[in-house]
């Protein structure tokens, strides 16, 4: 019964920052532009390489296209997150209101995180179906149901591991006023290297075994790969491995920098 | 007069500069962040240079020196046009009515509000693996193609102001479009690639509706001796007529401005 009521509250969250979100429509709308251009300058760039040859790294051009777009929709889901407003709450006070509230701050500020993640989510599926029936796309759809399983799976995974490192970032505002900037690199850093923006595989060997002892490859390079039936069965065992191995070892670094956080936490701003 | 607004800046960007050492660690993110951008951009060029010959036809080296030219522009813009960024926040805070009765033009005042120390910093390396890029395409580097060079990227920064007077204007008129200068930023972004990768359409929005084309790619197509005079003609039209556009859009924006919040 607790659960079901549980359940709700944060359903009531999700459902308040969803229309919190949709409210302010000029930015909404200017924010989706912006999103846009990124990706018709990729779109752009990987056509104009595609159109010299029929196919480029191994990848041939439904593969390349469905990888461009595909990895647009999936930065929308995945990198879409409120939790730069973990270090504001933390340095402004406003974290004592919620430490008062019957909530738990951790499912709180994932159900934040969830609610931005949709409106993303459902928007850049309208910009990239807009962009694929403009200039002709087509996607290659996985043919196997056990394709999109894992898929999804590995999507759901990538989501909890960028939250909880987002989370570990916000969580440096117990510290210091300035995780800003830090965040700034992290986001950055993350972007390029979980093959946001091109498929980690056209870099050289060394990088991307470097890449590979990282997070990042798993948040969009992999579920990317499964989703092209890239990926043999090896592969996604090992990948399904070093997800949950980062989600675990995240989850205990998070919550030790929470619990020692909120030790110290003296409600300055508020 | 030189004199005066040299000092006013100096000023400003003393003080802009002793904000930023006070955030040692924000600004060492960003700045860090800046850097790792850059370099990974290119890391990614060099990386698309493993599997194929030529881009739209241009060569590795030609490529990245669309990218860095594109960085030059931006940085320098953003470094001397900061102040740009703020202007919604000083127009409902106030501190606009303050600077109009201040003894300075409002739009210096403004533009200068704010010197981001870190554009210093990041455009140094960025200049100097511009240099580099350039000495590794031979066959065009020359004075004649340097000095041409040179003078599109000042045509290309006259743009680059116009359109930041232009986004000042529409925040002093309507106190909204927070997101207006963020829409100039990542059509910039479409800069990064040589114009010759985008279709028709988009390419001639590029030239002729947001001039990022004869910001960023006319530059490098001069260094390369790529362009026609019918080009130069353009990008000496664009400039002037977007500027005093700009200009005359801010002078009216001033003009019926009838303060907010002081």
Redesign the interface.
């Known amino acids: 019964m607790e659960g079901i009521s549980s359940f709700r509250k944060y359903w009531f969250i999700y459902w308040l920052y969803w229309q919190e979100g949709l409210q302010q429509r000029a930015s909404f709308l200017m924010e989706r532009f912006r999103s846009l251009v990124v990706l018709l300058s990729f779109y752009s760039l990987w056509s104009a390489l595609l159109a010299q040859k029929g196919s480029f790294a191994n990848y041939d051009r439904p593969q390349m296209m469905t990888y461009v777009l595909g990895s647009s929709i999936l930065r929308s889901l995945v990198f879409a997150s409120r939790t730069s407003e973990i270090a504001g709450d933390i340095n402004h006070g406003r974290l004592s209101a919620y430490l008062l509230k019957p909530v738990n701050y951790f499912t709180y500020t994932f159900s934040r995180d969830l609610s931005e993640k949709s409106i993303n989510l459902f928007s850049s599926i309208i910009e990239v179906a807009i962009l694929s029936w403009v200039f002709g796309i087509h996607f290659q759809w996985p043919t196997h149901v056990s394709s999109w399983c894992f898929f999804l799976a590995s999507l759901a995974f990538a989501v909890t591991l960028y939250f909880l490192l987002c989370f570990i970032v916000g969580c440096w505002g117990f510290w210091t006023a300035e995780s800003g900037g830090p965040r700034f690199l992290l986001e950055l850093f993350l972007e390029f290297s979980a093959g946001a923006f091109f498929p980690l595989d056209i870099l050289p060997l060394s990088i991307q075994t470097a890449l590979k002892t990282l997070p990042s490859p798993y948040l969009i390079f992999f579920p990317m790969r499964i989703f092209l039936e890239r990926a043999p069965m090896t592969e996604i065992v090992q990948g399904f491995r070093v997800q949950f191995f980062w989600i675990i070892g995240l989850a205990v670094l998070a919550r030790w920098f929470w619990v020692r956080g909120v030790d110290m936490y003296g409600a300055e701003g508020s | 007069m030189v004199k005066k607004y040299f000092r006013i800046w100096v000023q400003l960007a003393v003080m802009s500069f002793k904000i930023q050492t006070g955030?040692?660690?924000?600004?060492?993110?960003?700045?860090?962040?800046k850097l790792?951008?850059i370099a990974?951009f290119l890391?990614?060029l060099a990386?698309?240079f493993?599997?194929?010959q030529?881009?739209?036809g241009y060569r590795m080296e030609e490529v990245a020196l669309f990218f860095l030219t594109f960085n030059v522009i931006d940085i320098i813009a953003q470094l001397f046009f900061r102040g740009i960024y703020g202007i919604r926040a000083l127009v409902r805070e106030g501190d606009f009515d303050y600077f109009l009765i201040q003894p300075v033009q409002i739009l210096f005042r403004v533009a200068f509000n704010t010197v981001d120390f870190l554009d210093v910093v990041t455009v140094i390396p960025v200049l100097g693996v511009t240099a580099y890029v350039m000495t590794r395409i031979p066959h065009a580097l020359s004075l004649t193609s340097l000095l041409i060079y040179s003078v599109l990227c000042i045509n290309g920064m006259l743009i680059a102001l116009a359109i930041h007077i232009a986004v000042a204007a529409l925040a002093v008129w309507t106190q909204?479009l927070?997101?207006?200068i963020?829409?100039y930023r990542?059509?910039m972004?479409?800069g990064?690639?040589p114009v010759?990768?985008?279709?028709t359409v988009?390419r001639q929005v590029l030239i002729y509706v947001v001039p990022v084309a004869v910001m960023v790619s006319f530059p490098v197509k001069g260094f390369l001796h790529q362009l026609k005079p019918s080009d130069w003609l353009l990008a000496c039209l664009m400039s002037t007529s977007s500027l005093a556009l700009a200009l005359y859009f801010w002078k009216e924006a001033t003009r019926h401005y009838t303060s907010v919040s002081s």
């Open positions: 955030h040692v660690v924000a600004s060492g993110g960003y700045l860090l962040g790792v951008r990974f890391l990614f990386s698309i493993k599997h194929t030529a881009l739209a909204e927070d997101n207006t963020w829409i990542d059509v972004t479409l990064r690639f010759d990768i985008y279709s988009v």
